[in-house]
């Protein structure tokens, strides 16, 4: 084995283009980092293979033409960024360049974007590195521009152009490639420079310009002699209006349309692998690939990354569509009919590299070849058509190319994960059969696979020691396991094989201010994706995704032999404890040697607080490279055998820690990690686990507690223990997939280290430190609070000498209900009382005492919003100076609750009260009865459209003030609605155009949303519909949704929602009900941020919703950037609601949330 690298040495940042990037640093809640963007792609291709300047001029009108799909800021003439790839114009540069140049092939050109200031010190400066890697520069020539088009944003940041030629007197084409591809890495990061390429075989113009003005900019590009046979185009809408000019497509070889979920996770991923990248390609030194380290530039765009990984893969030996293929994979994993060599190739590139997933078109171009492909989803839009003189154009949509039909001889759309490929050397189209039949030919994938990977199922089964369940309650109370979840997380999981459903909001302290110890858990938060990309629909596009991994060493990725696919294939991301004693003993008879695995104990002396924690994580660190050193390739980090000295360190602490240490030290890809936890009991743990590097994870005593329970017969009978185990373990694994498609995500290998949660209410240097690349907006408790909440827990399961046991085994838990002795709730019996009480009696004093006591709990440290204090030094005004209260009303909504979901009586309620006020009532996602259309007394003001489109007609459009889209929804972000069949009763399917007792879904996703240019489309066919309406987007709190709200106000959106997690539902899974979505002051104050730095707050109206109970609390949403309140959970509660959370199941006590007579 050779010896891990020591960490890069070179600038953090990896590049140094701040001079043309006016994108602002991180503050208050925004950051850069959350920006997105979404486009229109093109190319134009010429069988023939001969370069012409029309070619290059069709090429520009379907830029042209994709002009809607891109977008600008608050100047018309500042666009997001337009660019176009051609082949080099050979002829061209001969002519213009004033220097002599070598044979075509055998010169790299590219133009650099350059500072104003320093010119000349920077081209001192490339010109050095240049003779250091062995090129010339043979010139240097003034790039025309007309900097006279752009607005004073594109303006204020453009660099000078100027086109550096180099060659090495010998290399050409790749070869030649290989050599500028060090040179560009190495300036970029030593120099104040950024190459858009250089290459011997493309060239990119591009930058912060709209479709229309790419071509009068750069006037080479209208110039007869500038000639291709390849140009692929792309037009770029932004969720900002930050001018970057890096940040325009297309990029080195590739133009991209979608967005990588899981490019966190990928770029992690790539620094581990540095270590093992060597290629004689580059060198004959076996640190010859230093040089253009970090292969992923920090802090770049996901496509700006995928490209640079592309780069390397091709420029290593590969293909560009076999580097494509291995970077997007077709959903072989479930494709039984799949070709067997096909399925081999993937599998086997499945043990190199995980997937970049999410949903794409990607163009791509090596200046012979050009080609795209969909994700496995087919996500993205794609279209071609073939013309009989041999050309051939391709676009996002149909419409970007004038072309006569009769000429047409072939066109189609692109097909998920299906490759279409030009191939300009060859003069034909290559189908997607032929591509993959040879690239699986091109090794004995199928041979490497049945000697080098092993499926667990095949270990031999291995003895391990059973333990008694004696110790199961005193360990329950170490990992402060509650009845409540017994009852409602462990059991019903363990009967049904599912994961729980809840209903209603969550409406108690989030882990920062709650005064009960808790897990580390419960201070992340899932994200989930919305409008820039869709969540996917687990149910209908089960067959494209995949909980199947691999346990292993990764070796070096341009290096693929036999010994690459030495791995354990894991089908379950959940395994129980025989599975982990095979795995653990692996290597028991000595003749798996590559697979030795090391067992870490991850317990510390609680006694010493957060210092002996900090201090034992540390050695733990230690102990991995030592285990690695001595030829482990599997880790085990376990929290067992506890005792009275010794406490489990938090498994998601402890898996993170040495996860990002191991990336650090450039060894993560040599092991494979497993959890063996003790605190892990739901859905959102293993989910976290996984996120942050584990491969499995060993539920050890989530499965003991399940034994236990069937033995003693509670909360479980007629059921076996081992078959009550195994419906945990596909209950925990079914959820985690419902949680990674909730991000888009379709395959588990991707989602393994992505990284796609928010914390809340953590110490920004302890997330720095073992959870690194992870949000984490307001700060908060640091390793000192988790260790006392480890001791706390700890406590109760070894109690002081002398001090009595709790009266109770285990805590009662009161996370999902209110119990007397439980976690606190906003809504509890005292609350719900004198809010009935004084509305039905118009008693404002009796209300005011609900209103002290909400605003006393809120302030006792149950809400974010709690911790703010008025300011009492102002003088106060008069009341006949401040806006009446009849005015007020008029900014205030009740929820989208749907009918179905609530009864009629109780849905006719909410709409009659608001238009009585004056304020506005909405349908819900469920339609609207047409006899209310036309009344004034009970029609809903706001008319909801979400993605099934129940009850959603012409005339119920027409007869909107409001039109809210709904994007996601605050108690189960990422997930559609579901309204269970027995509530559809006839009336409830008139109004929704169903089938009566046939339930009700709502995709997660919308159909025809799968980017924001597609919602830009709804809001612009919504508003031809009625053009009187405001239209309405409905988000959900998440860090980032700042940014999606400025994109949403580019859309021309009217009213932008931020909902908080907390909002109500009819029904959603509990792991969702908790764990997605965060507090809507956090995404509000992110949007009023994020909106007036962009220079778009003037654009839009702000509404906020979420556990809104009191005038402090639209008080203070108002201050944090709101003019609309929404009210659903306390309206419903006045109507009679007691909080019961039944409404899922058809038995609500008080009619509210039932149709049943």
């Not at 229109?40 to 799909?69: D, I, M, Y």
């Not at 809840?502 to 920062?512: H, L, Q, R, V, Y």
């Not at 306390?1130 to 007579?1157: E, F, K, W, Y």
């Amino acid at each position: 084995m050779r010896t891990p690298r020591q960490p890069s040495q070179h600038s953090a940042n990896g590049q140094n283009w701040s001079f043309m990037d006016a994108r602002p640093a991180a503050q208050g809640m925004y950051d850069p980092r959350n920006e997105k963007d979404a486009c229109g792609v093109g190319f134009v291709a010429t069988l023939t293979g001969e370069a012409s300047h029309a070619l290059v001029e069709q090429a520009l009108t379907v830029l042209r033409n994709l002009e809607h799909r891109g977008a600008t800021g608050s100047e018309p003439d500042s666009g997001d960024g337009a660019g176009i790839l051609t082949q080099v114009p050979d002829a061209f540069f001969r002519e213009v360049a004033g220097f002599e140049l070598p044979e075509a092939g055998g010169y790299a050109v590219g133009i650099a974007f350059l500072p104003e200031d320093g010119t000349a010190d920077a081209v001192s400066k490339i010109e050095t590195i240049a003779g250091e890697e062995g090129l010339t520069v043979l010139g240097w020539r003034e790039v025309p521009v007309a900097p006279e088009l752009l607005g004073a944003t594109a303006r204020s940041t453009m660099p000078v152009f100027r086109e550096i030629f180099v060659a090495d007197g010998a290399s050409t084409g790749i070869d030649l490639d290989r050599k500028a591809f060090v040179l560009r890495k190495r300036a970029e990061r030593e120099v104040d420079v950024y190459f858009p390429s250089l290459s011997a075989r493309t060239i990119v113009h591009k930058g912060m310009l709209t479709t229309g003005q790419l071509e009068p900019f750069f006037p080479d590009l209208s110039d007869r002699r500038f000639g291709s046979a390849i140009a692929l185009v792309h037009s770029r809408f932004s969720t900002n209006t930050f001018p970057s000019w890096p940040l325009a497509h297309p990029y080195r070889f590739v133009a991209h349309n979608g967005e990588i979920n899981t490019v966190k996770g990928n770029r992690n991923w790539m620094v581990a692998r540095e270590s093992q990248l060597v290629s004689d390609l580059f060198g004959n030194d076996e640190k010859a690939l230093d040089r253009v380290f970090p292969v992923c530039t920090p802090d770049a765009s996901d496509s700006a990354s995928f490209d640079e990984v592309l780069e390397l893969l091709h420029l290593g030996g590969r293909s560009l569509p076999h580097s494509v293929l291995m970077m997007i994979p077709e959903a072989w994993e479930n494709h039984d009919s799949m070709d067997p060599a096909r399925r081999a190739f993937y599998q086997f590139h499945s043990t190199m590299m995980e997937p970049w997933d999410g949903p794409a078109c990607v163009t791509f171009t090596d200046g012979t070849q050009v080609g795209a492909v969909l994700d496995r989803n087919g996500l993205r839009p794609g279209r071609y058509w073939v013309t009989d003189e041999g050309l051939v154009v391709l676009g996002s949509e149909v419409g970007v190319l004038d072309i006569d039909p009769a000429k047409v001889v072939r066109k189609g759309r692109l097909q998920p994960g299906k490759m279409f490929l030009v191939d300009t050397a060859e003069h034909r189209i290559i189908e997607d059969d032929e591509i993959k039949a040879a690239l699986a030919a091109e090794q004995p994938y199928a041979e490497w696979l049945e000697a080098g990977e092993i499926e667990l199922s095949d270990l031999p089964e291995r003895e391990h020691i059973v333990h008694t369940h004696a110790s199961v309650t005193r360990r329950q109370q170490t990992f402060g396991y509650t009845e409540e979840e017994l009852r409602v997380l462990l059991a019903p999981m363990a009967k049904a094989g599912a994961e729980p459903i809840g209903s209603m909001g969550t409406d108690s302290p989030i882990a920062a201010l709650s005064e009960r110890p808790r897990l580390l858990f419960d201070y992340f938060t899932q994200l989930f994706a919305q409008v820039t990309n869709p969540p996917l629909d687990a149910i209908r596009e089960e067959l494209v995704t995949s909980l199947r991994s691999s346990l292993g060493p990764q070796g070096n990725l341009l290096d693929p032999t036999a010994a690459s696919c030495r791995t354990v294939t894991l089908p379950f991301p959940v395994i129980d404890n025989d599975e982990l004693a095979k795995l653990i003993h692996i290597n028991a008879d000595g003749d798996m040697p590559g697979f030795k695995a090391a067992t870490l104990s991850g317990l510390y002396r609680v006694s010493g607080g957060g210092d002996s924690l900090a201090a034992r994580i540390e050695e733990i660190c230690a102990e991995a490279d030592a285990a690695i050193e001595n030829g482990a390739r599997l880790i085990v980090l376990s929290d067992r055998h506890s005792d009275a000295e010794h406490a489990p360190i938090p498994s998601l602490l402890l898996t993170a820690a040495v996860h990002h240490h191991l990336i650090r030290t450039k060894q993560r890809t040599e092991v494979g990690l497993l959890v063996e936890a003790g605190d892990v009991r739901e859905v959102h743990h293993v989910a976290l686990l996984i996120g942050f590097g584990a491969a499995a994870v060993n539920p050890y005593l989530a499965m003991e507690s399940v034994e236990d329970l069937v033995r003693a017969g509670t909360f479980l009978s007629d059921i076996e223990a081992e078959q009550a185990i195994r419906n945990l373990i596909y209950a925990l694994g079914k959820g985690v997939l419902k949680v990674m498609s909730k991000m888009g995500i379709s395959t588990v290998a991707s989602y393994r280290g992505a990284q796609v949660f928010e914390a809340v209410g953590l110490e920004e240097s302890f997330v720095a430190k073992y959870f690194n690349g992870t949000a984490s907006k307001i700060g908060g408790v640091g390793i000192d609070v988790i260790a006392k909440e480890v001791a706390a827990r700890h406590a109760k399961a070894y109690p002081a000498s002398g001090i009595a046991p709790a009266h109770r085994a285990l805590e009662i838990g009161g996370e999902y209900q209110w119990r007397r002795e439980g976690e606190p709730h906003l809504f509890d019996p005292e609350t719900v009382f004198r809010l009935q009480h004084s509305t039905r009696a118009n008693r404002y004093d009796i209300f005011k005492k609900y209103t002290d006591r909400v605003n006393e709990q809120s302030e006792r440290l149950m809400t974010l919003r709690g911790l703010f204090g008025f300011k009492s030094d102002r003088p106060s005004i008069s009341i006949d100076e401040v806006e009446p209260v009849s005015e007020i009303v008029k900014r205030f909504s009740t929820g989208a609750m749907s009918y179905g979901s609530i009864s009629r009586e109780a849905h006719e309620t909410l709409a009659i009260a608001m238009n009585q006020l004056g304020g506005k009532s909405n349908t819900g996602e469920g339609g609207e009865d047409p006899d209310r259309l036309y009344d004034p007394a009970r029609r809903s003001a706001i008319k909801q459209v979400a993605s099934g489109r129940f009850g959603v007609t012409s005339e119920y459009l027409v007869n909107a003030d409001d039109i809210q889209i709904k994007m996601a929804q605050g108690a189960k972000p990422g997930e559609g609605g579901q309204l269970p069949g027995h509530k559809v009763y006839p009336w409830v399917a008139k109004t929704r155009h169903s089938t009566p007792g046939v339930g009700l879904i709502s995709p997660p996703p919308h159909h025809d949303i799968y980017s924001i240019e597609d919602l830009a489309q709804l809001i612009h066919d919504l508003k031809n519909a009625n053009p009187q309406a405001r239209i309405h987007v409905k988000l959900v709190s998440e860090v980032g949704v700042g940014t999606v709200a400025a994109g949403v106000s580019k859309a021309h959106a009217d009213v932008v929602l931020i909902s908080g997690h907390d909002g109500g539902t009819g029904a959603s899974p509990l792991t969702s009900l908790k764990h997605a979505g965060g507090p809507w002051e956090l995404g509000l104050a992110e949007t009023q941020q994020t909106l007036l730095l962009n220079g778009l707050r003037d654009r839009i109206v702000v509404q906020t919703d979420g556990q809104l109970k009191t005038g402090r609390d639209v008080v203070i949403a108002a201050l944090l950037g709101a003019e609309e309140f929404g009210f659903a959970t306390a309206p419903l509660v006045v109507s009679g609601c007691v909080m019961m959370r039944v409404c899922h199941l058809d038995t609500c006590p008080v009619g509210i949330a039932t149709q049943n007579p």
